[in-house]
């Protein structure tokens, strides 16, 4: 029987410290501020694959005291929180957008966007990652895919921040920026939705003003979809490559051999995920009454918080746990799992094994140029800020690839 406790509510709570790592050592499960948390891989694999267990996500307001308002009653709605048929049927209307090979056809756009970003401070020497990088980026090509003006990055980007701040374990002191940003979001979808009801395109938007004109969903679920994708999508991958630049940097040799090999950006990714991922931990609820592994009673409703740094780096899951990109280790957690793996993992693997060998072949010798700013490391974290220096090198010139 684990006595562990681990203050996952806690701003100052380290996922990835000593607590959780020893914990790890004295048993696969222990107790948290959120219901109890699984440490060890083989004990999260199977968990993520259990019928007894339902995503759970739609606690998460009430589990911080907030049991009304704009927030929580989208909250409920969000794809995170369905289950069953209307999940299902969502998901089979997003899916052909999110599919590998439609991805795949924006690579060389995102090629492209990267050496743009990079053009704009390659020859200062300098750059605030998270400003000049990973958000442009992240929200630009989120613009391409649902169809979004790409001039407005800016603006959508904002909002997708301050609601991306529901993930976080400070959610109760942000809810006035989260539902600000909320209501932000909804009168700018409903715009979009307005002009693709008028003048349909090529476009994720027109697809699902269709679906919504023919029937298979309602205009709400159109809105709180939209608004979902958005945020999102902007928001995770943002954070996602703050944390591979910060990782790398940390482990000598790393960034040299992804500047030296462009086709490890893929692993690469996999491993930044395996061990610093955004989504610091995962939730599942019990449907029934559950015994796991003949030791821990959970009752229908109890919360089981899948905590992925520990998961992803458990040593008795693999050899040897140390980050290395030239290394397939066993599956990270930082997609979830089961029914509600995650819709964007595609566009999310993708974009990102494309920019960091980019970033690490224009900026050689790029390291931190002072701590930055970061979100706790728990619930979903990544930079808030992150400056960094290199030599200067020319912009490029003419077409790139």
């Not at 209307?86 to 090979?101: E, T």
């Not at 490890?264 to 015994?291: C, F, H, K, S």
Request: aromatic residues 8%; charged residues 25%.
């Amino acid at each position: 029987m684990s006595s562990r406790f681990l203050d996952l509510a806690d701003p100052t709570f380290d996922v990835t410290g000593p607590d959780v790592i020893d914990a790890r050592g004295e048993s696969w499960w222990a107790r948290s501020s959120y219901g109890h948390a699984v440490l060890r891989h083989a004990e999260v694999t199977a968990l993520l694959k259990d019928r007894r267990f339902r995503q759970g996500n739609a606690k998460w307001p009430s589990q911080n005291g907030i049991h009304s308002g704009m927030f929580s009653d989208w909250w409920h709605k969000v794809l995170l929180s369905l289950e069953g048929e209307d999940h299902l049927r969502m998901r089979r209307l997003l899916n052909p957008a999110f599919k590998q090979g439609a991805i795949a056809a924006m690579v060389p756009s995102f090629s492209q966007l990267a050496h743009e970003l990079v053009d704009g401070f390659s020859e200062r020497g300098s750059v605030e990652f998270i400003t000049e990088f990973a958000e442009p980026y992240a929200s630009r090509i989120l613009c391409r895919l649902v169809g979004l003006p790409e001039s407005e990055w800016e603006q959508v980007a904002h909002w997708a921040d301050d609601l991306g701040k529901s993930f976080g374990v400070r959610i109760k002191e942000d809810l006035p920026r989260i539902e600000a940003a909320l209501e932000g979001l909804y009168g700018y979808c409903d715009e979009v939705v307005r002009d693709r009801a008028a003048q349909p395109r090529d476009d994720l938007v027109s697809d699902l003003v269709r679906h919504q004109q023919e029937g298979k969903l309602s205009p709400e679920e159109l809105s709180v979809a939209l608004v979902f994708l958005i945020f999102a999508g902007m928001e995770t991958t943002r954070n996602q490559l703050g944390l591979a630049l910060r990782t790398l940097f940390a482990h000598p040799g790393q960034w040299e051999l992804l500047a030296a090999d462009p086709d490890l950006g893929r692993n690469a990714v996999e491993e930044v995920m395996r061990v610093n991922p955004t989504v610091t931990w995962i939730t599942r609820e019990a449907i029934e009454d559950v015994v796991l592994h003949d030791e821990l009673q959970l009752r229908a409703g109890d919360i089981v918080q899948v905590l992925s740094h520990s998961a992803g780096t458990d040593p008795r899951a693999q050899p040897d746990p140390t980050f290395d990109i030239r290394v397939e280790h066993p599956m990270h957690m930082g997609f979830g799992g089961g029914v509600h793996h995650c819709l964007g993992h595609w566009v999310a693997r993708m974009d990102m094994a494309v920019a960091l060998p980019i970033l690490a072949a224009r900026m050689p010798d790029a390291r931190a140029d002072g701590p930055g700013q970061w979100l706790p490391m728990s619930g979903n974290t990544g930079a808030i800020s992150f400056p960094i220096a290199f030599t200067p090198t020319p912009a490029r010139s003419g077409p790139t690839e």
